[in-house]
């Protein structure tokens, strides 16, 4: 393996992590109020 196969192999795997974790932090129930909350914010009038 050249230094580029292990470079991207790399990245590879820590952007599946990054994935994962930001799935695991959308999908979780405790955040589901403040993503309810968020929704249509552009077109709340204060």
């Given at each position: ?9 790399g ?12 799935y ?7 955040n ?15």
């Open positions: 393996m050249t230094a580029v196969d292990i470079f991207g192999a990245t590879a795997i820590i952007l599946f992590i990054l994935m994962v974790s930001a695991f932090y959308t999908f979780r129930p405790k589901k109020k403040q993503f309810e909350d968020l929704n249509n914010f552009v077109n709340k009038e204060d």
